[in-house]
């Protein structure tokens, strides 16, 4: 087995997370979850020209158009370096941008990486990581802008991971950990002092917003006195029921309401409560569900939540799809950390490379040794991840996109006791070459074209710095040929070329009448 393999416990396979569902989501969704397989997978320029998606994928998306939250272009184009500064795992940077609800998508989707590339102060003495890369994302997003990378007819949008992407609501908040928080109880009179009274996202849908977001800076408190009425065997209430305190607290951030529903309280009997449906996500909004039963403010309910965070990693895959265009802030580390690694294997497999926008030029001038070190060594095994949950969610992904081949392999023994003897060790073993090979040509190709926009002016840059040779020395031979044939600088000395000749003739044609009429002005004296 070669280096591009990954290993898995088969003890843990079952418990695999799949990225737009799992088991928790199953229980409370019912049939509406999505699969990421099922992710609409055709390229387009725009969402709106995409195929139409069906099924879990169309709930998929549906799901994604009312939690898209992104920043409009002017928040980022103006060079700030306070937005860059890195982070510790799941704290936001201390400039803060207010990203808004973008339920039509096609935007931008910006990846890069929070920690500097090692060795950047000897490649560049006199400017920050910081300084360049807000210099960088300001010029790729206008490149971005020129190409119209965007939906068009839509001013441009930005999805960022800092702005678009909630910090978890707790340390647990994960979708392999806790996605589930409560129950919490409380009459219906409280619940409507913080629920919104109309879902924060407009959705252009005739069925209107099924999520019940909502945004708690400072959480929510509740404390509450509840009667626990018995009753006779003739359904009558007993007196004197027993009163029991209610005391919680909803930690801060963004939530939405996953399951709610009735419970017996005073004059509500327990068959009564049970008559009563439950209410769940993606069906309606949580007041809907309350006038529809027209619940009396005294009744008291029963509710869990969802962390927004957690719900946005799940759909990770939906989501990404549905953005037109793509810039990659590259240093030479960004391949070496698995979530940039997946976010531009995902978009160039589903949408295509020619829909990236390079943020690397700037970088790449003095640092090209080190950016082909980094194509070298792209391996998803050993890629970096900041929050080491995310790696089976993200593994699996892959795996499943591009159809990579697993085996079950002896890795060694366990020892037994006398009678049994050793028992042979065997872990689940994934070949992720398919993986490794899709993004170098990409990012090769990616490359090679920024390089040949820049470098071509120059008749000596007939290998567009290396990139070239490198997809020769990798044993790309498609790819190398296709570069081999691009011939940019050619092309521009032969337009020049033509247009010259075009435009010689007209000009000896005016340099003779105008010698003409300075002859005749002599002649007559005028």
Known sequence: MTGAAATQKSEGLDSTLKLDGSGTLQENFGNLTSIHDETMKAPSTSVAEQPEATGDAAIAVRRCRELLRTVPLEDLVTPNEDLWHGRPAGMETGMQLEAEADPEGGGVFLSHVWDEPFGWSEHFIAQSFTGAKALQVSTALYEAERRQLHQEGSPMRVWVDFASLPPPVSPSDHPLEQTIFGPYRLPVEELKRFVPRAAPVKVATKDGPRYTLMHLPEGHSFTGTMRK??????????????????????????????????????????????EKPEYRPLTEQLRRWCQRLALREEVWLEFTLGSLRAECLLLADTMLTMHSGFVAVVGWNYFDRLWPLWEWAVFCARRGAH???????????????????????ISVVNASCRDQR????????????????????????????????PTVVKERMVDYSRV????RVTAIAVFAREAALANS????KTDETGWIALAQELGYDDLWNALKKCKPWDWTDVVQTEAESHILPDTLRVCHTHSLFRSGTNRFGL
């Open 229 to 274: 009425t018995e009753w006779d065997d003739h359904g009558r209430p007993l007196q004197n029921p027993e009163l029991e305190e209610v005391s919680w607290s909803i930690p801060a951030g963004w939530h939405f309401i996953r399951n709610c529903r009735v419970i017996p309280e005073g004059f509500i009997s327990p068959w009564a409560a049970a």
């Open 355 to 377: 829909r990236v926008q390079l943020a690397a030029d700037a970088f790449s001038k003095k640092t090209l040794v080190e950016y082909h070190r980094a194509m070298r060594r």
């Open 390 to 421: 995310d790696r089976p969610i993200l593994l699996e992904a892959l795996e499943k996109l591009f159809n990579c081949s697993a085996s079950m392999e002896m890795v060694g023994f366990k020892t037994g006791d006398s009678e049994s003897g």
């Open 436 to 439: 490794e090979r899709f993004v």
């Open 457 to 460: 002016r120059q008749l000596e």
